[in-house]
């Protein structure tokens, strides 16, 4: 009899292996990642050789720049370890421009970012990490003496397609939270309909990177994004929906306070604000850092971090629903509520008082007949 | 003399209290998924689980009793019209609406003869279907998020974009408010205006017929 357990992965032919392995890669690390890439897109494994043959033969040309970010999502990327990172970058990719990486400087680096941008019009694949501040004429953040606004626009329409990496870029960020005062935005509404995908998170989850570059060589073209220009195979599900916790959710049973029992025992964060039921994002599926942990799992509610605006709506981070505009900060909604219901209540209940003794009103031609 | 006269057809009776009973049950779950005040002992247990269970059956009850009496807005007698929410359309309505505030604000004695809706409450029910309305809309573009892609989503889900889902749920929340505050007034005034106009403004709601003084008419 035929059961699940009996699918194997087709192998990946040997004269590919060879390749790989005389650019110095390990054949091991080659096909756990070929293997846990396909996964994390969701692909059946049949697709193993064909995306092994996509990372292996095409080296695509990577400019990589930053605007106002914190570099959070460069460092996320460097500390993936499938391959690791020295290999990804170095043999399947190449990077001809990225500030964290490079050893070039200067004007030396500005030359290098334009002779890629020249020499690979409409081949290379853009990696844009942090928001775009259009304030003050763009004069808030300038690279070489160009606005990120001139130099944005130039990079996204030459490239093949563009990766907005993290959440800045692809939504704005914490630089566009309010009152946002350089008045930044994200690439997509910088450059309108532009081949780009967002990849928001705080950082973004590197896996989800390398697995939006392995599908673009693999197919040709990016992959099936939601409303939001968000790959699907990643942000396709809600948090809350994979969650860990989510049986003591429905079970009734609430960490009220870090470090209570009930949050030692593993129950779920709601009540301490967790924000995973409006969120959508694989954390729980592929989690962080070589797959070891993520928020939740590590006792710690979701912040919401891959939806727009995350830091205005998402926030207070430890409540579960927005602060009401307008009142202070310890106001919830419920308290507000109750106080409105109250004072409805009394102030009927004067006007019924006051009713009950009011004399001469209703009906003008009003008779009734008293019975004895 | 008193004229008896059926006012409040049936439909519009079931629909009044379907949408009380799914009112009352919806804001009951809703606050408790909202701030879960009960701890389940329990891994066994599933409190939420039900709430949210309730929630989402009665949700369907009340839309489609809200949708029923809308329809029935268009077919049935001139009380339950939709015209009849408008009052300050027509002249006698503009005239019974100023008496109707005044009465309530102790600054005029005489109360307004009416046969439907009294013409303050009347406006009060347009508010208050707006509200139905929205929250059966952001309830379902929330609802939609479990499952992306699938009908709810598909039909709502762009509101969780356009407004913010974080935004649509503290709206949908606090709607849940406003509605506790029309339920406290609205029993309140149903109360004054059966003691006060003496035409059976209560057992009109259950029974369909209303004393109608026939001088007024
Ligand atoms: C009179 C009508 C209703 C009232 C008073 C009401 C009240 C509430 C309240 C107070 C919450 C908690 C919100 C929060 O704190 O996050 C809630 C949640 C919710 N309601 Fe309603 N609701 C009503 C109608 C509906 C309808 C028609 C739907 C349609 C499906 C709906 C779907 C939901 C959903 C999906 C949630 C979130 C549940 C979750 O996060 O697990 N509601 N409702
Ligand atoms: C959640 C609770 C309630 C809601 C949302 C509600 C809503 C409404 C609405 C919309 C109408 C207009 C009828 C129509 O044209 O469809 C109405 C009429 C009426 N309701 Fe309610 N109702 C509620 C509870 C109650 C209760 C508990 C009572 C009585 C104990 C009551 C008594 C009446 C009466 C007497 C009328 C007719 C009054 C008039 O139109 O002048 N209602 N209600
Ligand atoms: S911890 Fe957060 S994501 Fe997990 S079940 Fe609870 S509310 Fe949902
Ligand atoms: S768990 Fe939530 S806050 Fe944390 S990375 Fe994932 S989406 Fe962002």
Known sequence: MKTDLDIVSPPIPEEILQRVEAKGINRRDFIKFCTATTAALALPVSFIPTVAQAVEDKRPPVIWVEYQSCSGDSEAFLRANQPTAGELILDLLSIEYAEVLMAAAGHQAEEAKHQAMEKYKGQYILIVEGSIPTGAGGGYCTIGGHSAVDDCKKLVQNAAATICVGSCSSFGGIPAAAPNPTSAVSVGSLVPGAAIVNLPGCPVNADNLTATIVHFLTFGKLPAVDRLGRPKFAYGKRIHDNCERRGHFDAGQYAEAFGDEAQRQGHCLYKLGCKGPETFHNCPTIRYNEGTSWPVMAGHGCIGCSEPGFWDTMSPFYRRLPKVPGFGIEDTADKIGIGLAAATAVAFGIHGVASCFRKGDSMAEDKTVKED | ?217
């Open chain 2, 1 to 217: 003399m008193n004229e008896i006269r059926y006012v409040w057809q049936w439909p519009v009776r079931i629909c009044h209290w379907l949408n009380v009973l799914s009112m009352i049950m919806l804001a009951l779950t809703g606050f408790f998924i909202g701030r879960p005040f009960m701890t389940a002992p329990d891994t066994s247990m599933y409190i939420m689980g039900w709430m949210r269970m309730l929630h989402f059956s009665f949700a369907y009850l009340f839309t489609v009793s809200v949708v029923a009496r809308i329809i029935w807005m268009f077919i049935g007698n001139e009380h339950s019209s939709w015209k009849a929410f408008f009052p300050w359309l027509t002249k006698e309505g503009r005239v019974a609406f100023v008496q109707m505030l005044r009465y309530y604000t102790f600054t005029g004695k005489k109360l307004p003869c009416s046969v439907g809706h009294n013409p303050v409450a009347a406006t009060a029910y347009f508010g208050i279907f707006v509200l139905f309305v929205f929250q059966i809309v952001s309830g379902f573009a929330i609802y939609g998020q479990f499952a992306p892609g699938g009908f709810w989503d598909g039909i709502l889900g762009g509101l969780n974009v356009l407004v913010g889902n974080q935004w649509l749920r503290l709206l949908h929340h606090g709607v849940m408010w406003l509605l506790v505050g029309f339920f406290i007034n609205h029993i309140y005034s149903g109360w004054l205006m059966d003691v006060k106009e003496r035409n059976g403004t209560m057992s009109g709601i259950f029974s369909g017929y209303r004393f109608i003084k026939s001088k007024d008419l």
